[in-house]
Structures are given as C-alpha cells and as structure tokens.
C-alpha cells in the first residue's frame, strides 16, 4: 500500500465561503456558469464570477425541501441534475433557468444517494442509486426522460456511488468493496479482489478511474496494468474528484487530500468537518458539514 507525501503547496490555499446553505452541503459539480453544490433542504447553490455564492434553487425539484445528497451536470455543463431524499429528482436548465421535477421516478421513492450524467443536454443518459442497490438508467429526448429497467448490480448491496466517463459508460462502487460497470446487457464487475473495505467514493476522467472508501484507501486503474493501490490516512474517503491529471479526495474527520502529477499530499485545510463533495476546476472547491464550503486559491 502506497503512502501520501505530507508535503504541502505553499502556493495555494483553502479557505472557507459563506454560502446560503446552513446544514449540510452534500455535493458540488462544475456548470457553465462556475461550481454548484446542493445541501440540505432542496437548497441550490452557485458560485458567481466574483465568487459570491448565491442561491439557484431553495427548496429542492418538487418545491417540498427535500434535502439533495447528489448533484451532476451534462457534458456541456449546461443542465444541472440533482437527487436526493423521498425520490426527489430534478433539473435546471442554465440557458432558460427553468427548474423541471422528476421526483419518483419510476416509483422510486427513497432516498437517491448518487448520480451521474454522461451527454449534452437533451441527449443525456442518467443513472440513479438509492441505498437498496437499486440503479434507475435513463435517456432524455429533449426534456423529459425515459426511464429503463431497474437493475441491482449488487444483488441488494448499496450501490454508494456512480461516476461516468467520457466514452458514456458508468461505473458504480458498493459496500462490499467491489466496482462495477455498465455493459449493453447490465453491469460487470471490474474489480477489487481481496478488499476488505467499503467503496464509498468514485470518480471517472477521459482515461482515469478513482475509487475509495474505508480507512482511507484509493485505488486507481490503468487498464493496461490493473489496480494501483493507495493510502492517504486513516478517515474514511466519502468523495473523489479527477480533471486535468489533479485528483482530490474527502471524507471523514476533514479529510482532504490532493494528486498532482505526483503522489497524494496534504492540504492546508486543518479542519475536522467531513467534507462530502470535491470538485476540481479554477478553484477547485470542496463541500461538507454544517454548511461548510472551501475553495483552493492562490494566496
């Protein structure tokens, strides 16, 4: 198992926003328009180019303050998808700034705990998780989408994350430490052999997938030579995040680590709250407890 480097970047810094969210943010995604990130309540937030936050939505898809654990843009970051609890799905269309609720999809009525989208908008595939190992796929024509056959690639394990890559395929992780793809007939499993930890976290670039969980353990893979495996701590990781050849991860205790080229350090930020959501971009930014969000500045 491979250790992060303690060292950190002088150069950049995290600090700390004031956002319009008091409870939790759960997620944060990258929109045409700068990052977004969804918390408790229904609340929708986003950042402005003089890098206020301000709210985009208050009360969640349906206009019942559901609180929204997950949050994913289309390939041209021009509609923002967003889930959460009770079955609320929803999007908002950056170009009109028209909120459309898709709550219950397919009968779906728990909590959606992840979400992930692959496509430009109005021909963009969706996959959707609750924390039964339910996973809804979907296709939009237009505004609306069509919903497709359950599938259970887990077998009833909580399928914990979804990521997609450029090429449209999805991937999923679950509790029993095992990844999984999308293939034209349903899921495959990819790996990971003899991992004792639950996968919680998951993230898909060009050529790149990350994934993470328990005591504090990455694994990214290379198709051509398996698995790397990583350790950067002891936390558990509950987000990742790649772009660019940079990879950040979060998670419990204040968790935040970063990937630059080289191995996997520390940050600047010394907080405890655990961070939820990551994203990487100019700034990159991350989000997590009691309304907590960072942004990576230069100083």
């Known amino acids: 198992m491979w250790d992060f480097d303690a060292e950190t970047n002088d150069d950049l810094?995290?600090?700390t926003?004031?956002?319009p969210i008091d409870g939790a943010v759960y997620d944060v995604t990258n929109t045409?328009?700068?990052p977004c990130a969804v918390g408790e309540g229904g609340t929708v937030v986003g950042r402005a180019p003089d890098g206020s936050w301000g709210t985009v939505v208050d009360d969640g898809p349906a206009a019942r303050g559901e609180s929204l654990h997950a949050v994913a843009t289309t390939d041209d970051a021009t509609r923002i998808w967003f889930a959460g609890s009770g079955g609320a799905v929803g999007h908002y269309d950056l170009p009109t700034g028209n909120r459309v609720d898709h709550s219950g999809p397919d009968g779906m009525d728990g909590t959606v705990r992840a979400l992930t989208v692959a496509g430009d908008r109005g021909s963009e595939k969706l996959l959707l998780a609750d924390g039964?190992?339910?996973?809804?796929?979907?296709?939009?024509?237009?505004?609306?989408?069509?919903?497709?056959?359950?599938?259970?690639?887990?077998?009833?394990?909580?399928?914990t994350a979804l990521a997609a890559d450029g090429d449209g395929r999805g991937y999923g992780v679950d509790d029993d430490g095992t990844v999984w793809e999308t293939t034209e007939t349903g899921w495959e499993r990819i790996g990971l052999a003899g991992v004792e930890d639950s996968l919680y976290a998951a993230a898909a670039g060009e050529s790149t997938l990350v994934v993470g969980g328990g005591n504090g353990r990455l694994y990214e893979r290379d198709e051509t030579d398996g698995w790397t495996p990583y350790s950067v701590?002891?936390?558990?990781?509950?987000?990742?995040?790649?772009?660019?050849?940079?990879?950040?991860?979060g998670g419990e205790s204040g968790l935040l680590r970063i990937r630059e080229g080289g191995s996997w350090r520390e940050t600047d930020w010394n907080g405890t709250r655990t961070i939820h959501g990551v994203l990487v971009g100019s700034p990159s930014v991350a989000v997590g407890e009691n309304g907590l969000v960072l942004e990576r500045t230069a100083e």
């Open 17 to 19: 926003c004031s956002t």
């Open 13 to 15: 810094t995290w600090t």
């Open 132 to 159: 039964n190992g339910v996973v809804l796929p979907g296709t939009v024509a237009g505004a609306e989408p069509n919903w497709d056959r359950r599938t259970n690639p887990a077998d009833g394990t909580a399928i």
């Open 233 to 249: 701590g002891d936390a558990a990781i509950e987000c990742l995040d790649v772009a660019e050849g940079t990879r950040i991860a």
């Open 32 to 34: 045409a328009n700068g």
